[in-house]
């Protein structure tokens, strides 16, 4: 009897399964249906966006997480003050957004923003406090912003954020309902480039209050005032943007909704893009990528990210305290040969610390200041000034007699792969013998600040855009990269141009400054700055392509899908 | 019947607390923390802050003692340290019904045709059928799963077109995933019924039915199957344990928000409250499936019963 109903069982379940499976395919022929109908104006009717995120937002509380996709969602769902958007040449510009107008005071410490008249997603009007709400609750100690440091140009924020001034004594105030002034502790001149942070974007007290700690977690539990409104967040799978018909600029945005497909299998969104699933996809992978230039549906474009891979020096190892043996191991990689080989070709070259697509004043800092490691190759012979060294520091001259060791802060095959690329490199432009240590991330973080590394391998991505964000990180005070090396005039340099206005001037600072320290003193090694190839398809017009830029899908619409 | 039970409920509890302890002690002394884990360093203050504000500048000792005081009392595992404001708890019922959902779907399928399988392998034996089926268990053993959900996916919606990349919510994105996962459980419950049943029809009852003139049918149905699926229930009830937790890397390939992401990615976050929340999930999970088991054996097999009663 038993055993009857078990083989029951089994065989209903089979039934079922196959059952149901049988009856799928009908759903499939609905996308079809989907297809836009064109209007009169060329657009087509329907206008939507499949996209990929390529992981799950943390929160959508702009004081908290720190990850680039609920960046990515927060741009499209709030207004900050500003946007950095791009030109027809992919250069980036700023332009307003939530102010309608700034202006500041002579020597640029009291900013005044005019705020724009809009509305909360629930129709509640958009006021001057909302903004001073969000960047107080983001410096505020209890709040815990990973970001929160972005801040520190703004009056007290460095002594709010660390509990000893109450978050009245802050430099941000609404004068009155659409007045925001912002006093700096002194003259910044790349503070404009934060008011597109999400730091400083608008909260509203009143829902903040309402959800506390789950602020921000689900659609329900955040307001919004951007070109679009969460409609669905399905954690892990997929978000929906929906147009906001309470917009300030509604009449610009075409787009009614945008699918934020979470994928993180590459892969799955390779397979999704050429079937058509996606409209947008970054494919890195050589086989795939060559694929897709064949593709005549899809545009190719090729974007530099403002990040730069490096290598960095521990200055107070044994061997690497001499400035000469870091220059060979500078110039001991082939930067050309590492881009084609070992990074297929994507990503380009660095001879500079600042990376490309950065900007001062208009014009981007990388064209007019030539990568300084170029001339230390063109001038010296890597072996020679290693032999250099090595007798300066009264040991064997022969390069076989040296063994260091490069720490990779990751466990990963390709690091793997890379490690015995630079063991090679370095072995055969240099004659030395390189040892390869692989360690999990946070052990090789650690290792750097207790000093235990003598090469490590990082990359760093530029938070704003301006070449501060990468210069200051090799202040004296600065534990972002543990070298171990500091240098008064580098130090004075960086402050300098923290607090000087002009362009031009700025310019020259942070050139001597990169002279020092990737010329005279060569304690960093960079590498390749990453190269991104983004496929679109040519139905997609006006969706930003710059890694900075922070226009999301407000501008997008299709044309011929 | 009762005593007993009571007595395996109470070295439940044991378990799961010695397991909670391990987990929390072994997870502090991992170096590094939810923040050193992120890519870049972040100033001093800021880490501070953070500390303060998920309470991990305090002692593990205390830490611990906070933890399982807020278990016991609320039944509350935490906040999330990685996705700011999410209640684990919440993380965890809402996910693992996904990955129920498929895992139950895959199982499913991979029983039925697994025990199928192993059934005409065995009465089959070393015809072409036998070896037919044993040369795809062998495949679904050893061909890795992400290389059979690569293929699936690359052919029937990159090639085919036929059904969606990614994506939950319908029945038809549940497809291919679940085809992918059910070729472990195919490969294993043939096996494990093909020896089973080869074991069975050598037994004396089978002659003396077959003697009787019991048809064949009857004789598999009856004397066979019901014999042969006993064994296969044991490594059924882990695995029912095991479909909640999620198939981390399916849903990697198939976007689908089961639970094996936050199973596998809280480790490599250290998101310390994920870590020991998915594993009192699982290990609860874990400890039950193996009570209802041992139960439902005693049900099923009266040789069992009867000895338990007698003890």
């Known amino acids: ?561 | 019947m009762g005593r007993y039970i009571l007595k395996r409920v109470g070295l439940m509890l044991l378990t799961l607390w010695i397991i909670i302890t391990l987990t929390f002690l072994l997870m502090h002394s991992i170096p590094g923390d939810p923040l050193a884990n992120m890519a870049r360093k972040l100033p001093e203050q800021i880490q501070q802050n953070y500390y303060q504000r998920y309470g991990l500048d305090k002692p593990v000792v205390v830490q611990y003692g906070i933890f399982m005081k807020n278990l016991i009392t609320k039944g509350d595992l935490g906040e999330s340290l990685v996705y700011p404001g999410r209640s684990v708890t919440e993380t965890i019922s809402k996910n693992s019904k996904v990955s129920g959902r498929l895992g139950i779907q895959a199982l499913a399928m991979g029983v039925t045709i697994g025990i199928t399988l192993g059934i005409i392998a065995a009465l089959n034996r070393n015809r072409w059928p036998d070896f037919l089926v044993m040369f795809i268990a062998i495949l679904g053993v050893s061909i890795p799963l992400f290389i059979i959900a690569a293929l699936l996916q690359y052919f029937f919606t990159a090639k085919l077109e036929l059904l969606p990349t990614t994506g939950w919510g319908k029945f038809k994105h549940t497809i291919l995933p679940s085809i992918a996962m059910c070729f472990g459980s195919i490969a294993t419950y043939a096996r494990y019924m093909r020896s089973n049943v080869l074991e069975i029809v050598n037994q004396d009852y089978i002659l003396t039915a077959k003697a009787k003139g019991v048809s064949e049918f009857n004789i598999i149905r009856k004397h066979i199957f019901r014999n042969a699926i006993l064994p296969a229930l044991t490594i059924l009830g882990p695995q029912i344990a095991g479909i909640f937790t999620g198939a981390f890397v399916i849903e990697r390939i198939f976007g689908i928000p089961g639970l094996g992401f936050y199973y596998i990615n809280s480790i490599n976050d250290r998101d310390y409250t994920m870590i020991i929340g998915t594993t009192v999930f699982f290990a609860s999970l874990f400890i039950i499936s193996q009570l209802v088991v041992d139960i439902l054996y005693g049900v099923v097999d009266p040789r069992i019963r009867v000895s338990k009663n007698s003890r």
Request: charged share 25%; net charge negative; with cysteine.
């Open chain 1, 1 to 561: 009897m038993k055993g009857k109903m078990f083989l029951a069982i089994l065989l209903s379940l089979l039934l079922a399964v196959v059952g149901l499976v049988g009856c799928s395919s009908e759903d499939v022929s609905n996308n079809v249906a989907d297809e836009g109908l064109q209007e009169s104006s060329g657009i087509d009717r329907e206008q939507y966006l499949n996209l990929v995120l390529e992981a799950e937002p943390t929160t959508l509380d702009p004081s908290k997480g720190s990850d680039m996709y609920s960046n990515r969602v927060l741009n499209n769902v709030l207004e900050p003050l500003t946007r950095l958007e791009e030109d027809e040449n992919q250069s980036n510009y700023l332009a307003a957004a939530g102010a309608e107008s700034w202006e500041h005071n002579e020597d640029g410490t009291v900013w005044t923003f005019k705020i724009r008249p809009n509305k909360w997603s629930d129709g509640v009007p958009v006021r001057a406090q909302d903004y001073e709400y969000g960047i107080k609750r983001s410096v505020a100690q209890e709040t815990a912003s990973p970001y929160a440091y972005l801040l520190e140009p703004i009056k007290n924020a460095s002594k709010v954020n660390s509990g000893e001034l109450s978050i009245d004594e802050l430099g941000v105030r609404s004068l009155d309902d659409e007045t925001l002034e912002i006093t700096l502790e002194a003259p910044t001149p790349y503070f404009l480039a934060l008011t597109y942070q999400r730091v400083m974007m608008p909260q509203r007290e009143d829902v903040v209050a309402l959800h506390g700690d789950s602020y921000g977690t689900q659609i329900d539990k955040i307001v919004y005032n951007g070109p679009f409104v969460l409609g669905t967040w399905v954690h892990n799978s997929e978000l929906i943007l929906n147009k906001n018909h309470n917009y300030w600029d509604a009449e610009t945005v075409s787009l009614d909704n945008v699918n934020l497909k979470i994928i993180q299998d590459e892969n799955a969104v390779y397979n999704s893009l050429s079937n058509g699933s996606i409209d947008i996809a970054i494919a890195n992978n050589p086989d795939w990528r060559q694929r897709f230039i064949n593709n005549d549906k899809l545009n190719h474009f090729e974007v530099v990210r403002p990040s730069t891979f490096f290598m960095f020096f521990n200055t107070r190892d044994d061997v690497f305290q001499n400035v000469n043996i870091r220059k060979a191991f500078s110039i001991g990689l082939d930067r050309e040969e590492m881009a084609n080989v070992i990074f297929h070709g994507v990503n380009t070259p660095a001879y500079g610390w600042v990376a490309p697509s950065i900007t001062i004043g208009d014009d981007e800092y990388r064209s007019l200041v030539p990568g300084p490691v170029k001339r230390i190759a063109e001038e010296n012979d890597p072996k020679e000034l290693l032999i250099k060294g090595l007798q300066e520091l009264g040991r064997s001259t022969d390069p076989a007699d040296l063994t260091i060791k490069v720490t990779l802060g990751s466990t990963d095959q390709w690091f793997r792969n890379y490690g015995e690329y630079i063991q090679q490199m370095y072995n055969r432009n240099l004659g030395v013998n390189v040892e390869i240590e692989q360690v999990e991330w946070p052990v090789f973080s650690q290792m750097a600040s207790r000093g235990e590394v003598q090469i490590g391998y990082m990359g760093w991505g530029a938070e704003f855009n301006d070449p501060a964000s990468l210069m200051s990180l090799m202040t004296s005070t600065s534990t972002a990269i543990e070298t171990g090396w500091s240098d008064e005039r580098y130090d004075e340099l960086i402050a300098l141009a923290a607090s000087e206005m002009d362009p031009a001037k700025r310019l020259e600072y942070f050139r001597e400054a990169e002279e020092i320290l990737l010329y005279e003193a060569s304690v960093l090694v960079p590498t390749v700055h990453p190269r991104i190839n983004i496929f679109r398809y040519k139905y997609v017009n006006d969706i930003g392509v710059t890694p900075l830029g922070t226009s999301g899908y407000k501008y997008g619409y299709t044309q011929g899908r």
